[in-house]
């Protein structure tokens, strides 16, 4: 999960608070994640923060592969929303919409299917995935929030 973002780290510390040990994704928000993973261990919890850009599908391979060979398994996945362009629709360009889609849908398949197998295998195993926590903001923009 990213617990860069309000929504990530507040899911990631509850998750910690009921004693779940918690690895979360960052790309580039170094010191972020860094503090994410201080918070969680003062809750007595295995913590890991862990570089990888899971909007390539063989780096979300890698990461799910890490996590499993340092933890055993992945219980749980949460996927938390990317950025989000505050734009209308006609007004956005095909490199944002594309961003959008590489940074916030694509990492959610290419997550989903990397836990999926252990997950089926154990035949127990959550994906969660959130949206982005905005979009009761979004009065007017129906193309995001249909």
């Not at 003062?42 to 060979?69: C, G, N, Y």
């Not at 990317?82 to 940074?103: K, S």
């Not at 990492?107 to 990397?114: H, K, R, T």
Request: aromatic residues 6%.
């Amino acid at each position: 999960m990213s617990a860069i973002g309000n929504v990530g780290r507040a899911i990631a510390l509850a998750l910690a608070d009921r004693g779940w040990s918690v690895a979360v994704c960052y790309r580039t928000s170094r010191q972020d994640a860094e503090e994410a993973e201080e918070l969680l261990r003062r809750r007595r919890v295995r913590a890991h923060a862990i570089q990888a850009d899971v909007s390539d599908p063989d780096a979300a391979q890698k990461l799910v592969r890490d996590v499993e060979r340092q933890w055993g398994r992945i219980d749980a996945l949460v996927n938390c929303a990317g950025p989000y362009h505050r734009r209308p629709l006609l007004e956005e360009t095909v490199e944002g919409w594309r961003e959008m889609f590489d940074n916030n849908l694509h990492p959610v398949f290419y997550l989903s299917q990397a836990v999926a197998a252990g997950m089926r295998a154990r035949r127990w195993g959550r994906i969660l995935t959130f949206g982005m926590a905005n979009a009761d903001q979004m009065v007017g923009q129906t193309e995001v929030t249909a």
